[in-house]
């Protein structure tokens, strides 16, 4: 039972559009009888504490009653009273009744909320209870652990322990399935909205009921675990947060993501998240309470309140309720457990819980951050401080998709915000920016307009930026920018503030968590103004990337056969791949790969991927020559660092492409490095990369690997597009116009390895690059300085020897294209036969003839129409780039 606001369970009723039914998320779990092998507790189970209800009155010295009419935080419908009538015992059984209330009540219905507070709290146990529960559409029992005292701040930082919760039972839906499942929820994290739970869903065997009979429901609760049964089967296990440090002793990531807190650390004095044990390692007291109606059993089944099932009254019976104490290590609970086989599996039992994961300390790597670029960064919320509006994405018909702020009446700052107490996206993490490392270099930028000017004309517009919880803070006039410009109502400007200046001015750079844009404080009324393209960013920097093969072998990360005594070897295949890795696998069970441990022929080169955490790929093509003898054998990939200190594993198949190898196809295997992480790698020293069959089942195996790397797919690049560097772009594809040939990737010298090749045979025809359907490419952002190029050989000339050599680039379907000589690029010159040359043309000065580099779609470079006969050419690095 959640003691939260009445909007607390938006979340509760976003989760039905996901077929989700309840608080507790997470999937509904089955008894499965032929895997079920329960255990009683163990003998060193004490029973500390109990009420049998064997008495004729509720016992005053175990339970206190609730009275008041607050809905519980849930909008429910009934007053809690101490009556008889609502709680009694009866039969050696405890009686909670919830019924309809007299006319003119507060709330309609009245039933009763018991709990132990300061008279019976406990930390680590097992809590039993048996019990039959009421049914009907509006009812809510609930068997729950609240914190005795909230060490750690309010709901939910210091804990909540649903042990079980259900609504609706008995309530068909229009297939005629009844609902039957009961709940063991957790609820934990920051405060609402942006609080957090996670659990688990149970349904009786072959459609039982929990309202048709008696069942047991209990909770076992040690240090850093929590487990959750019916009838002593164990359907929900959640444990704390593990914490994974790389070989630097820095936080990267979690090898299991459970529950966490955050309070305010009693060293520094600053709010800090926790990935213990806390919340729930203090004292909590138990709850037994059944609630009529809100947010949640509302909102599911039938949705509001059958009134007519509660006409006589609806009974939650329990029978007893017992508590026990692990004898074996009363301090931690451990030592006692009640488990089965599989309750420790995600895909079984265990719970995967909300923790964020914790972001690693500074490295010095420069990175970039985007606040608001048309896409609302869920870290970084839109905020207007004090004045009670609300920021809100509009579309702009310059910029698309902008953020629009307003000024009203009362004084406010407005503009985003990390911090965690303003972030309302659930995907959302608090983010303090580390822009330390752009110091030399980098700027804060954005775009703004003002569409109404404040009704102070003279109102002065103000940048201010914080860090570390406003520890420091800066606010300088938008005409202090590098641009030196004030706001003009209507026009979209750009406003720039070099990191050295903030910095100079005293702010912190290491924990940036505010930047607001606004008309000075108080004279602001009547502002409308938008915000794009805000950043806090450096100049296009050079990600890390480990070349393991690509053409040749890396001498610092040689070729290695761990354990089967061959020597792999560089072969040539096929035109597109030119020089490859080739592993032949022998009678002797082996692993092979690539190595940089010196003691194996390599130069000792750990390769760092603690940059490439977002976005970084381990991609690689494979070409199996000859399969193993074994048939079906699984093909790995094998990752370790630190000397083999940690190691992971996967299949092929487990790769983003999905695909299993094909005997003599080429095939790419891409893993991205954050999976890597996940899986429990140390990402900062990686030292042997393997690719092999099953240890054992590769006998026979040949295969080939090419273009194998560690890198950022989206960083590697230059700024622009290849449209071909040994290989076409994706999306694209080496084209005749009309001469009916089909162009070729052929193999040329070792400065430009694999080429398109073109030639042209008697009917008249244009050759280049040619776009998808509907696919066009944006080259706006570099039209200052940006360049097209290719370098071009030609093998035979033409039969008609004048014949003039072209170039030609179109946009949007031909809706615009611009054609021009050879000798009119920047070099000036026309082919010379069996001489690699470059040529070169400005995308301005392309604009400036008529071309629509906003949806480039073909490239072409051929002899004039009709004149072509005859002609052999290659093309290789045909790229739109900055210059």
Known sequence: MNRRTILVDAFCISLLSLGIFGCGGGAETQTIPDKV????????????????????????????????????????????????ENAFISDGMLNIVAKPAATGAEKPYTSARLTTKNKADFKYGRFEMRAKLPFGQGSWPAFWMMPADSVYGDWPRSGEIDIMEAVNLKVTDSTGQAEANVHGTLHYGKPWPANQSSGKNYALPNGASPADDFHNYALEWQQGELRWYVDNYLFATQRQSEVRFNSKGQAVGL???GWFTEYFDQTDGTLKTFWSSAPFDQDFFL??????????????????????????????????????????????????????PGYDKPEDGLVEGK?????????????????????????????????????????????????????AAAPTV??????????????????????????????????????????????AWKLKVESNNAASAVELDLSA?????????????????????????????????????FPAWGSGEGAVYRIDDLTIAGPATTKPKLVLFTDQENPDWPMWDCCGGSDPTEQMDDNSHGMTAEFRIGTTPTVM????????GGSDKPFDATALLDGGMLRFEMKVVNAPSTAGAAWIVKLESNNAAEAVDFNLSESTEGQAPVTGQWQTYSFPVAKLAEKGLDISAIDVVMIFPAWGAGEGAVYRVDNAQIYDPTADAEPGLTLFADQVAEQWSIWDCCGGSTPTVEQDDTDHGATAQFIIGAAPTVMGLLADDDVYYDASALLSGGMV??????????????????????????????????????????????????????????????????????LMVFPAWGAGNGAVYRLDNVKISQQ
């Not at 920021?391 to 310059?398: E, L, R």
């Not at 070099?827 to 604009?847: F, I, V």
């Open 593 to 600: 790969g690539f190595i940089t441990r010196s003691a194996n």
């Open 37 to 84: 092998d329960p255990t009683e507790p163990v003998s060193s189970w004490t029973l500390v504490w109990s009420d049998e209800f064997s008495g004729s009155a509720i016992d005053a010295n175990k339970w206190n009653f609730e009275v008041n009419c607050a809905g519980g935080g849930n909008n429910e419908k009934q007053c809690y009273t101490a009556e008889k």
């Open 255 to 257: 090898k299991h993501k």
């Open 481 to 517: 920018s590098s641009e030196g410009m004030a706001p003009a109502t209507g026009v979209w400007q750009r406003y720039t503030f070099p990191l050295k200046q903030l910095a100079a001015a005293g702010l912190d750079l290491s924990a940036i968590d505010v930047v607001m844009i």
């Open 355 to 407: 923790a964020p994961v914790p972001v690693p300390p500074s490295d010095g790597v420069a990175r970039n951050l985007t606040i608001f670029d048309g896409t609302p960064n869920p870290n970084w919320a839109a905020w207007d401080c004090c004045g009670g509006t609300t920021p809100s994405v509009v579309t702009d018909t310059q910029q698309g998709q902008v953020m629009e702020f307003s000024v």
């Open 287 to 340: 709850i037994l309470n059944l609630a009529v109606g809100g947010n949640w059993p509302e909102n599911v089944n039938n949705k509001g309140i059958d009134a007519s099932a509660f006409t006589n009254g609806q009974k939650f019976i329990v029978d007893y309720v017992r508590v026990y104490q692990c004898a074996a290590n009363p301090d931690t609970g451990k030592g006692c457990e009640t488990i089965r």
């Open 789 to 858: 190029s290719f370098d071009m050989k030609v093998i035979s000339m033409p039969n008609d020897s004048s014949a003039q050599w072209l170039f030609k680039i179109e946009g949007f379907d031909a809706a615009s294209a611009v054609e021009l000589k050879l000798s009119d690029s920047l070099e000036g010159k026309n082919p010379t036969p069996g001489q690699w040359q470059t040529y070169s043309y400005r995308l301005q000065d392309l604009a400036d003839k008529g071309l629509d580099v906003s949806a480039i779609d073909v």
């Open 414 to 459: 407005n503009g985003f915000t990390t911090r965690a107490e303003f972030i309302t996206d659930p995907a959302g993490v608090p983010s303090p920016f580390d822009a330390s490392p752009l110091l030399e270099t980098g700027s804060l930028s954005f775009m703004m307009q003002m569409v109404s000017a404040p009704n102070n004309q003279a109102a």
